[in-house]
């Protein structure tokens, strides 16, 4: 029989303890706090009154994966379900329940309701729940009007951080081809090196440096402004 020990008794760490168990190993998990849980509680401040979330631990019935691991666990019993949440902002309260609507206009009167949104995010609210109607049940929708248009601004950053990297490349050619054959793989930074520590034409291989500086600022810039512009 197989002896395992997992450290940190979090959600990952309870998660997997338990499958080894299930699977008939011998589990010893060590945990510095004298809960479970992880970052999964909330805590009083001193001289406060109300107990403050240390992170996000929300259920909801969707999460059908961690119902299943409180069911595995045994305690789905003890799980205090609400069907409201009272919210403060700003010294504003809002009530968050579901309405007497098909899903996911249920929830649609509730968001709009809430304090803090400016009308813009009204409306980014109104055309997401839209776009949820409008998709229906069909993966491909799913993912063209809400999926692709949530993950975009990472994907953008993630292109324009590779297309950055893509002018700055020099160790890879440099170091396995040497720029060729001939000059197949001279990248923009390895013509700069070329240029200024082979040839030493220092000032034509600063103002090169420079142009690729100014080129990455101007789609830097471009990217982050129509970001700002799609959030405001």
Same mark, same amino acid.
């Given at each position: 029989? +197989? ?44 001289? /406060? ?31 205090? /379900? ?16 579901? /309405? ?27 055309? +997401? ?17 809400? $999926? ?17 990297? $893509? ?41 090169? +440096? ?14 982050? /402004? ?7």
């Amino acid at each position: 029989m +197989a002896r395992v020990v997992v450290i940190g008794g979090g959600l990952a760490g309870g998660a997997a303890a338990l499958a080894l168990a299930e699977t008939g190993a011998t589990v010893k998990l060590i945990e510095k706090r004298s809960r479970l849980g992880g970052r999964a509680c909330s805590y009083l401040p001193p001289g /406060w009154p109300h107990a403050v979330d240390n992170s996000q631990h929300v259920l909801l019935r969707c999460c059908t994966n961690l119902l299943d691991f409180y069911r595995r666990l045994g305690v789905a019993d003890r799980v205090r /379900w609400h069907d409201r949440v009272t919210l403060v902002a700003d010294d504003r309260t809002s009530v968050f329940r579901a /309405w007497p609507l098909p899903p996911p206009l249920h929830l649609a009167p509730a968001l709009a309701a809430l304090p803090g949104l400016s009308g813009g995010d009204r409306a980014r609210l109104a055309l +997401a729940f839209t776009r949820l109607l409008l998709a229906g049940r069909r993966r491909e929708s799913i993912f063209r009007s809400i $999926t692709f248009p949530l993950i975009a601004p990472a994907l953008g950053t993630v292109a324009l951080l590779r297309l950055v990297e $893509t002018f700055k490349i020099l160790d890879i050619p440099f170091s396995m081809l040497g720029g060729g054959p001939g000059s197949a793989t001279q990248t923009y930074s390895y013509y700069v090196y070329l240029t200024g520590l082979r040839s030493f034409n220092m000032g034509y291989a600063s103002s090169l +440096a420079y142009i690729l500086v100014i080129i990455a600022m101007i789609i830097s810039t471009i990217y982050f /402004w129509r970001v700002r512009a799609r959030f405001e």
